[in-house]
Structure formats: C-alpha cells, structure tokens
C-alpha cells in the first residue's frame, strides 16, 4: 500500500477515535461537574452517595462501550485498508498483463497474482484444447507438475463445472462437495482443503478457468471472489491479445515449443528450468530498462540458454570440461539462425562471471553482454528455487540472499540489485 493510503487510513483511525471520545466521554465529564457544582450541595450526603455510586456504573459501562466500538470500528477499517491494498495490486498487475505479449509468461504471472491476492497455497489456470477438453497451462505451488499433463472433461471436477457452466466456485471444504474431483490429489499427493474457481470469459466465450486452493488464512469469501473475477476479466483480454500476437507468429512459436519440450524431454530433472529462467529474466530486464526488441532477444535468449546440452549425451553429463562445452554449442545452434542471431551472443555468455573466473572466455565486467549477466542470475535464481531430483529448493528470501552473496564476484553487482527489486516487487515474495 502507497504512503498516501497508509496515511488516509490513520487519518480516519484518529479522528474516529477523537470522536467518540467527544461524543460519549464529554457529556459524562459535564454531568459530573453539574452534580458536583450544584445538585450534590442541595440533596445531602445519603443521597449524593447513592448517586455517585450510579454515576460510577455509568462511567464504567461508558468506558467498556467506548473500547468495543473502538475495536469494531479498527476491525472494519483493517478490511477496507486490505481492500485497497488488494485493488491497488490489482491495478498493478493488470498493467503488467499488458505489457507482456509472451503467452507462457502471461500466464504463470496471472496464476502467480491470482494466489497473492487471495493469499493461496497454489494455483493454477487451465485453457480449452482444440478437442474441446481443458489443460493445465500453469501450476504453481507444492501441487507439483505430475498432473500436468491431465485433461479435464467438459463438466468433470470443479474446474470442468466452472468451465460448463460459466460460473464460479467457491467451496471451503471439498470433502463436503460432490462435485470435487479427489483424482487428481491422489496422484500428485496435494491435499486440497478449499478450492475458489472462476471462468476465463472472452467475447462471451469460456475460454478456460483460473483456480486458486487452500486459502492461507480462514476461508475464500464473496470479495476474494468479486477479486478474482477482475482478475481473470483482465487476463481474458491480455490472453486474447497474446494469442492474436502469438498466432502472427505462429510458426516460430511452434518451434521454439518443440525446442524447449526438447529440452525438457532431454534434462526431466531440470524440466520447466528454461521457461521460468526466460520469465525471471523478463522481470530483471524490465527493473534495468532493456528496450521492447532487447527484451524479445532476451526471451528467446532465456528459453534456449542451455540448449547446448541436447548436444551433451546422457553419458558424458558427468563429465566437468563436456558441461562446460555447452554455451559454446548452444552459440553454434543458434547462431546460423537469423532471429536467433541476437539470442546467441546471451547464449555463449551466459556461464561467463563478472570477475572473470566463468567459462568459456572468462570475460569480466562490462565485456560480458547485459543480458548475458541477466541470465546468469535469472537461471541461477531459478536453479536455487527449484526442486530438482539432484537437489532440494529453498525459499525465495533465501535465494536472494545467495545470490546477493556473489554480487561483485559472480554476478554484476548492478543487476543483483535490479534483481532484487524486481523480485520484491514481484507477487513471488509476500509483504
Ligand atoms: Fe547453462
């Protein structure tokens, strides 16, 4: 929340406050005055005893009445201050759907604001196959990607309900919902206690549904809902926008799909790696100021960095100095290729260090391309962060400190930094 609203809110706390002290310990004060100036004088001792003995019920049941209303009142303008913090998210993240014209990181970045605003353990967002059946695009959260593949039928599920019926779904307790499809927490071993779905609608269209489950604290609620579907109005507009760009390019995009499953299909234990290191490095360029083409560059730069090690067998993947071959290899891929041409300079650079101790050259500092050293920190960032079969994840705090560690060693201390308020500002990390 903006230093503005922080200070309307205490505004309002403080006159709120002064105000019932006016209204309701004033009038008390007075009256004790009246009696003590002039009635008391008049009625004797006994009675004026009695009195006081009233008076001091009065003030007490004043007092008690003063502090339950003071916290009611602090209650409901704690929940219009979450509220305008949550529209002020909003605001935010719908501008951030517009500019990205990359439908993958659209997409994870919709699912990522859908969890943060309605504080969700996980979240994900299916879209409508051309056979009619709907299909995980993203999943985030400890539901992991062993259901990815999955297809929800027309009407299966919640989610295949919401998608049906054009309606959303807010349901707090799944085991008291027969609509609740158990199937898929059995194979990926998540336990889902509550589940808020809504339809992605366009041109009135469904299109897909956005789901968020297990609510962090208490319940999902009417205004969690009337959140998410703003949310997923705006992500309607910007898929249809993505998709129309997308479709422009149509063939490209087709093989550079193909590539990275490729990828994916080649290292299973580094499996999505390439797509979230293209986003995180996204978010980085945007915080440094990278223009529109250098970000595209980028993009394909972050999607086919490691590309090289489809040229690494199975067998040589032990071997150190073969590894290291693979910024190389990846240049030599990509290279030849004219809108990659750009892509590849990243590519062969981005195992270099700002010291000078990387590989293959051992370049240092400014010789090194800036989005060389973005990726180094994109892809690390995401190697920490990830739960690969050879090692275990750690948290994103953690990660930025690491990574923070090598500033001035391994990476640039100037895109650490814009690393790190890219990633604070980022729903990835919660205030
Ligand atoms: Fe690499």
Known sequence: ??????????SIRRSVKLSYIISSLLPLLILIYVLHQFVFPKVGYEVAQDIQIYLILVVIISVLGLFFLLRETNKSISSAETLQSKLNSLIGITKQFRETLYVDILLESIVKSAMHLNSAESGSLLLYDDAGDLRFKVLVGDRGQKIKDHAVKRGEGITGWVAEKGEAAIINDTSKDKRF????DKESGYRTRSIMCVPLVHSNEVIGVIEVLNKRNGSFSEEDQRLLYSLADQASISIAQSRSFESRHSDLIHITELLVSAQDFHTPEKRG????????ANMIAKEV????GELKVLYYAGLFHDIGLLKVSVHERTQKEKIKQHPQLGYDMTN??????????????HHERYDGAGYPAGKNGNDIPVGAKIL???ST???LTSTYSYKEKIDYRRAINEIETYSGKQFDPEIVKAFKTAIQNSDLIDD
């Not at 929340?1 to 205490?10: G, I, L, V, Y």
């Not at 100021?289 to 529109?292: C, P």
């Open 1 to 10: 929340m903006s230093r503005k609203d922080t200070d309307f809110f205490q």
């Open 181 to 184: 499809n158990a199937q898929f």
């Open 273 to 280: 790696h390439a797509r979230r290191t293209a986003s995180y």
């Open 289 to 292: 100021g990278l223009s529109e």
């Open 336 to 349: 030849p290729v004219s809108i990659w041409k750009d892509a590849s300079e990243l590519i062969l650079n």
């Open 376 to 378: 180094s920190v994109a």
């Open 381 to 383: 960032f995401d190697v």
